[in-house]
């Protein structure tokens, strides 16, 4: 069964960046599209990226225009890079498939100052 674990979460100023990373125990990012997700307080989860097994990365509505996803398939891993984050960006963050197929990971939790 894959396993996924997310890191680099941690505390921010607004306006700042994050760099998180997500890897898989099997090669899931080859078999595949892998997401990026957030779960914010008191709303669901979101999908925020999806990367396809090939193509490009395809970004959601949700932080559009401030995320930009790099995957390494041999190293069966996924970055999310994160800019100009807002106080409202707070929460845990997820990798899973698109849709996620996969157990959920323990998440990297983001928190974002004023």
């Known amino acids: 069964q894959v396993q996924l674990v997310e890191s680099g979460g941690g505390s921010v100023q607004a306006g700042g960046s994050l760099r998180l990373s997500c890897v898989a125990s099997?090669?899931?990012?080859?078999?595949?599209?892998m997401g990026w997700y957030r779960q914010v307080p008191g709303n669901q989860r979101q999908l925020l990226a999806t990367a396809p097994r090939g193509g490009e990365t395809v970004y959601s509505d949700v932080m559009k225009g401030r995320l930009t996803v790099t995957k390494d398939i041999a190293k069966n891993s996924m970055d999310l890079q994160m800019r100009e984050l807002k106080p409202e960006d707070s929460g845990v963050y997820f990798c899973?498939?698109?849709?996620?197929?996969?157990?959920w990971g323990q998440g990297a939790q983001v928190f974002v100052s004023a």
């Open positions: 899973n498939g698109v849709p996620p197929n996969y157990a």
């Open positions: 099997q090669n899931a990012f080859s078999r595949t599209a």
